[in-house]
């Protein structure tokens, strides 16, 4: 099984120590509140008013910040992706790639680790509101795309696109396990990612064969047309 991410890569870099030693902004206030209340009730029973009013603003400069609450998860998203980007993954440049990914996206989780029961409310919205999960996908889609890219895995073009989204899947589903892992070390999240991830490389093999399908065949279309103009050119003479 792969193992639990080095102190060194689970500690935070100094940048990322100095950030979280700043003051909070006024955006960071209003994520904040917005996943107490999340941890408290439905995201559809949130309202932009009470968001407002826990987070200590004026309405009118929450609606400056954000659009929408899907707008203050996306921020909350970047953040978190900030703050694993942010570790120090040098000592892992050696390592397999699965081992690598496998270091950041227990970052991801320890980092997540304070929100814990907003993530637990959040999925819980999301399997009965199939625009929320769509919606909810694409901002884990390009999250996973900056996981892969820490990890020194390509996360750029059509593979790459793959790549994040079969991860995004398989992130989600270790995600149901932490959220009811009491123990400390998190034995059971870690064996649950391991397994996804093992899934994932063994179907990696059949995605880059369909992935060079296309390209094959587009190396395959002149020698055919070339053919069709040689057989053209007989007729005529």
Same mark, same amino acid.
Do not use: C
């Given at each position: 099984m792969a193992r639990r991410p080095k102190s060194q890569a689970s500690r935070p870099s100094r940048r990322?120590?100095?950030?979280?030693? *700043? @003051?909070?902004?006024? %955006?960071?206030?209003?994520?904040?509140? #917005?996943?107490?209340?999340?941890? !408290?009730?439905? +995201? !559809?029973?949130?309202? &932009?008013?009470?968001? *407002?009013?826990?987070?200590?603003?004026? &309405?009118? $400069?929450?609606?400056?910040? #954000?659009?929408? @609450? =899907?707008?203050?998860?996306?921020?909350?998203?970047? /953040?978190? $992706? %900030? /703050?694993? +980007?942010?570790? $120090?993954?040098? $000592?892992?440049?050696? !390592? @397999?790639?699965?081992?690598?990914? #496998?270091?950041?996206?227990?970052?991801?989780? !320890?980092?997540?680790?304070?929100? %814990?029961? /907003?993530? %637990?409310? &959040? =999925?819980?919205?999301?399997?009965?509101?199939?625009?929320?999960?769509?919606? =909810?996908?694409? +901002?884990?889609?390009?999250?996973?795309?900056?996981?892969?890219?820490?990890?020194?895995?390509?996360a750029a073009g059509p593979r790459g696109m793959i790549r994040a989204q079969a991860l995004a899947v398989m992130f989600t589903a270790a995600l149901r396990t932490w959220l009811d892992d009491e123990d400390e070390g998190l034995a059971r999240t870690m064996a649950a990612l391991d397994r996804a991830l093992g899934r994932g490389q063994r179907l990696a093999g059949l995605v880059e064969d369909l992935c060079f399908i296309p390209s094959r065949l587009c190396r395959l279309r002149p020698r055919r047309r070339r053919r069709h103009d040689d057989d053209a050119e007989e007729a005529a003479a």
């Open positions: 990322a120590t100095a950030a979280a030693s *700043a @003051p909070a902004s006024a %955006r960071d206030k209003v994520v904040a509140a #917005f996943l107490a209340l999340l941890a !408290e009730k439905r +995201l !559809e029973q949130i309202g &932009l008013a009470e968001v *407002a009013q826990r987070a200590g603003v004026a &309405l009118a $400069d929450l609606r400056d910040m #954000f659009a929408s @609450p =899907l707008g203050i998860l996306a921020a909350h998203f970047k /953040a978190v $992706d %900030r /703050a694993v +980007l942010a570790a $120090d993954y040098s $000592d892992m440049a050696d !390592e @397999p790639a699965r081992e690598r990914l #496998f270091d950041v996206l227990m970052r991801r989780l !320890e980092i997540m680790a304070p929100q %814990r029961e /907003a993530v %637990r409310s &959040l =999925l819980r919205s999301a399997r009965r509101n199939p625009p929320l999960a769509l919606a =909810l996908n694409a +901002l884990a889609v390009r999250s996973q795309q900056w996981m892969l890219t820490a990890a020194a895995i390509p």
